[in-house]
């Protein structure tokens, strides 16, 4: 048990309350009140009961150190992000918020630090340096570093949705038949199948079943910041491995193209043979979206332009999900709700038809 002792030194009155922590270390801490002293003792023995009790000397470790420390420990990432995320940390919380002990940061430190980002970074950029500072700060409470994350639950810039742009088919005709006519086919599957950019860029020939009209998604590309190269990986979510099935029109445009080609190789490369990059979109989506009289086209949009195409085909919620690779259908609703028909109208009928049936059936036992 936490014990209190009074002492006096040079006429000045304090208390010191003697503990042992978790590990059976001796601790001490002083106070000016007695009342504040009892008041520490007995949080102390019930976080030592509980299984919450904190080191306090852990959350003098600065921010920087324990970042370094814990990004040892994220499994899962792609070098991809982790080097964004290194890159968004040295530029925007090493020589700031970085320089702070962890028991430091607190909601104002936080909001601060937030308040100056929004002022010269654009929202959903301050948002992401939110999040790996959020990160770090949740590892540190799992750690044991500190009891709580206060940084959590400040204001945060809204950010913008851009609005989708949703081709019809004859639009999506236009757009491939403006492009280079070695991706003529990327438009078509793209727009028909709903895959990401890094998705489509990283589809090999095996990967897609002629015969069954589907594709299997289990590979992606990701360019990584600060160097010339691609790398190929797992889509982005769990539930981006996906088998997406193909209408007749695109198939029909993909026999003649893929069928020679080996299993392995890529189906869409550069004009030299080399893996697709960011660079796809000035060289060859541009000019092609200026030609079909679409500007400001997105290559993303086409695959916004396949889920609805597949809502107004009439396709179940939950097969829209799992064709685009979403997690759950409450985020197709959420996105694309408003392309949905109103299913009142239908329902309603079908209520109508049952109870004339039901009406018919009591007369019937009356007559």
């Known amino acids: 048990m936490a014990a209190i002792q009074k002492r006096i030194r040079n006429g000045k009155t304090s208390y010191r309350v003697r503990y042992r922590d978790p590990t059976h270390t001796q601790r001490s801490k002083s106070f000016d009140r007695r009342i504040d002293a009892e008041r520490f ?44 995320d290194a890159s968004f940390w040295h530029a925007n919380a090493e020589t700031s918020i970085g320089r702070l002990p962890l028991s430091a940061i607190d909601y104002s430190t936080a909001q601060s630090w937030v308040s100056d980002l929004t002022d010269r970074l654009a929202p959903a950029t301050v948002l992401k340096n939110y999040q790996i500072l959020s990160k770090t700060l949740n590892g540190a409470v799992k750690a044991g570093m500190i009891p709580a994350n206060r940084a959590s639950g400040i204001q945060l810039p809204s950010i913008e949705v851009k609005e989708q742009h949703f081709l019809t088919p004859p639009e999506v ?34 990967r897609i079943d002629l015969m069954r009209r589907h594709l299997d998604v289990v590979e992606a590309t990701s360019e990584v910041a600060g160097t010339s190269g691609v790398q190929f990986g797992p889509p982005k979510t769990k539930a981006g491995h996906r088998q997406v099935p193909l209408p007749r029109v695109v198939i029909d445009e993909l026999i003649p193209e893929i069928a020679p080609m080996e299993p392995h190789q890529l189906v869409w490369t550069s004009p030299n043979g080399e893996v697709l990059r960011s660079s796809f979109r000035s060289r060859f989506w541009m000019p092609a979206v200026k030609r079909a009289g679409l500007d400001g086209l997105r290559l993303h949009d086409l695959r916004h332009t396949a889920v609805s195409l597949w809502i107004h085909a009439g396709a179940h919620n939950k097969a829209v999900a799992k064709w685009a690779g979403h997690a759950s259908v409450a985020s197709v609703i959420d996105r694309y709700g408003h392309l949905m028909p109103d299913t009142a109208d239908p329902v309603m009928a079908a209520l109508d038809a049952m109870s004339t049936t039901a009406d018919a059936q009591v007369i019937g036992l009356h007559g």
Not at 63 to 77: C, H, K, P, Q, S
Request: aromatic share 8%; hydrophobic share 35%.
């Open 41 to 84: 003792a007995r949080t102390v023995e019930v976080e030592k009961d509980s299984g919450t009790w904190v080191d306090p000397t852990a959350g003098r470790t600065l921010l920087n150190d324990w970042r370094a420390d814990f990004i040892r420990t994220e499994i899962g990432l792609r070098d991809s992000t982790r080097r964004r």
């Open 173 to 206: 005709n236009t757009l491939a038949e403006s492009i280079d006519p070695r991706y003529r086919t990327l438009v078509l599957t793209m727009a028909y199948g709903g895959l990401r950019r890094g998705e489509a860029f990283a589809l090999r020939r095996s």
